[in-house]
């Protein structure tokens, strides 16, 4: 979810050299009775690990020639620094889950990574999961698939809704024009409350900008790539309106930067991305956040002339990979693991149920089985009927960098008032142009 990816430290050199070789661990990971060993590192989120420890229990009964080590990913100092630490020392497990799309590209980049799509088996787990639409755009710039998306939280944006029918707002806003007319009457009702108040508007670390520019910038530009490879492919028009219409509503003093605790919840503001983890949290400390009663949950706002019920937005996403340092045992039994999760669909409701976190399917918000979750939370089928509309974060291994120009040089400079949309747009793609060199 949210947390700094402090990637790429001291030992990523290292960790390049080594991986870069490309050499094979000399195990098969099979034992003389026949017996293949995985190690599969799950994400450091205790619902996530309990629910790898007891289906991987549930498949060493139906398959006794595999045994599944489950373990939690290490957090010290990030996850993604364990895992990059065990590669260049040749400790490396067979799979590990909670990797995004931009930290698998650092590790394809180096040939960490299997690409799933060559090992038999891996697309007949697309087709039985009913994914083939979801997992389109994690295709990478070589045309392989590294990553097996296992949930996509197709982010939303909430609206504070009792807060705005008071000051005379009673529809969602949707378009860029409807959001500034919004923000008039919400200033002229409370000149003390703002549309979107957060701190990390005006801050310029990289994870920060999924959550605002991606999200608007992924809406405005029907779900452009951004960066295609090495190559800036951004759409200048979406990007720019995006930026204008940030400013625009600085101009109306609808931002606020500050810190400020919880200001959606405590009503400061009346706008932010929300993920679907949100829900559990709020049950407990705001009970009194109702969905439909006091707010609602929209994909991002479009510039006018777009249709809002199909925009895009950016899917907060994270899947299963295989090592290349995995003997070719190892990856084959990997494969059929996760091809037997997923060829029930019980196993994603389990997932689902236990974690808040939507499976990364075509049809979660149409299938059947799994209704009993939306009948307990019935804001989450806004996220489900999301999935397919969500992006994921780009490919570049450099996505720390790259991601940290657009809000030195454009986003953050908006938000403050320093720079104008144009100019903010290309000094940010000059950078990053720069970066890609």
Not at 59 to 66: A, G
Not at 359 to 370: C, K, L, Q, S, Y
Not at 398 to 413: C, D, H, V, Y
């Amino acid at each position: 979810m949210k947390k700094k990816l402090s990637v790429m430290l001291a030992l990523t050199l290292v960790f390049t050299i080594l991986a870069g070789c490309g050499s094979k661990s000399s195990n098969s990971g099979t034992s003389a009775d026949g017996v293949t060993t995985i190690e599969f590192w799950a994400a450091p989120n205790p619902t996530q690990q309990a629910y790898w420890q007891k289906i991987a229990k549930e498949y060493e009964t139906v398959n006794p020639k595999v045994k599944i080590n489950v373990s939690a990913i290490k957090e010290s100092p990030t996850s993604e620094a364990s895992i990059q630490a065990a590669i260049a020392g040749g400790s490396a497990p067979t799979m590990t889950e909670n990797i995004s799309r931009g930290f698998a590209a650092q590790l394809a980049n180096s040939k960490a990574l299997v690409p799933l799509d060559t090992i038999a088996g891996f697309n007949d787990i697309v087709t039985k999961r009913n994914m083939t639409k979801t997992i389109e755009p994690w295709e990478f710039a070589d045309g392989h698939q590294y990553v097996l998306p296992i949930y996509s939280n197709a982010m939303l944006f909430g609206w504070r809704t009792d807060i705005l029918k008071e000051a005379g707002v009673n529809e969602v806003p949707r378009t860029y024009s409807e959001v500034i007319e919004a923000t008039k009457k919400l200033k002229a009702k409370y000149p003390d409350k703002y549309l979107w108040a957060k701190p990390d508007l005006a801050d310029p670390t990289s994870w920060k900008r999924w959550f605002d520019f991606f999200m608007l910038y992924n809406a405005a530009s029907d779900g452009n790539k951004f960066i295609e490879g090495s190559q800036f492919v951004g759409d200048e028009k979406a990007g720019v309106d995006v930026l204008t219409f940030v400013d625009n509503l600085r101009k109306e003093k609808g931002l606020l930067s500050q810190n400020v605790t919880e200001p959606f919840e405590n009503g400061v503001g009346v706008f932010t991305d929300v993920g679907p983890w949100t829900f559990s949290t709020w049950a407990e400390k705001y009970p009194e956040l109702q969905y439909k009663k006091n707010f609602e949950v929209t994909l991002p706002p479009v510039p006018d002339g777009m249709d809002p019920a199909n925009a895009k937005t950016f899917a907060d996403a994270k899947g299963i990979v295989i090592y290349a340092s995995a003997s070719p045992e190892q990856q084959a039994a990997a494969i059929e693991f996760i091809k037997w999760v997923y060829s029930d669909d019980k196993n994603d409701v389990a997932f689902f149920q236990e974690t808040n976190l939507p499976p990364a399917r075509d049809d979660v918000g149409t299938n059947e089985v799994f209704k009993p979750v939306f009948e307990k939370t019935p804001v989450l089928q806004e996220y489900a009927k999301a999935i397919p509309n969500a992006v994921p974060s780009m490919d570049n291994p450099k996505f720390n960098e790259l991601q940290t120009f657009i809000g030195q040089e454009a986003f953050n400079k908006i938000v403050r008032g320093e720079i104008d949309p144009k100019t903010g747009w290309d000094n940010m793609k000059k950078a990053i142009e720069g970066e890609l060199q």
